[in-house]
């Protein structure tokens, strides 16, 4: 690891990649994977594509455990994407 004096470095006000807000976007790259307990983990590459904002890139996870069932839900419903109810014996 690299030696750095962070002493002389100024504190982070802000590190929102975007303000808030909605941007015309497009889902550029799913990469699939695993984490490190064997859950399939998709990682998501968004780009803005209008505005402002337009070519800046946002990253997000989609992990598809028991645990983290509501945020693969949350960015679902946000992509618009109609999701089915899953049975008992599934995820």
Same mark, same amino acid.
């Given at each position: 690891?690299?030696?750095?004096?962070?002493?002389?470095?100024?504190?982070?006000?802000?590190? @929102?990649?975007?303000?808030?807000?909605?941007?015309?976007?497009?889902? @550029?790259?799913?990469?699939?994977?695993?984490?490190?307990?064997?859950?399939?983990?998709?990682?998501? %590459?968004?780009?803005?594509?209008? *505005?402002?904002?337009? *070519? %800046?890139?946002?990253?997000?996870?989609?992990v598809?455990?028991?645990?983290?069932?509501?945020?693969?839900?949350?960015?679902?419903?946000?992509?618009?994407?109609d999701?089915?109810?899953? @049975?008992? *014996?599934?995820?």
């Open positions: 690891m690299p030696k750095v004096d962070f002493s002389t470095i100024d504190d982070v006000q802000d590190f @929102s990649p975007i303000p808030d807000g909605q941007y015309l976007s497009r889902l @550029s790259e799913i990469e699939e994977t695993t984490t490190q307990y064997g859950d399939e983990l998709w990682k998501l %590459r968004f780009e803005v594509i209008e *505005g402002e904002y337009a *070519g %800046r890139y946002i990253f997000d996870n989609m598809f455990s028991k645990a983290a069932l509501k945020r693969v839900k949350l960015i679902c419903s946000r992509l618009g994407i999701y089915p109810c899953l @049975s008992d *014996g599934e995820l």
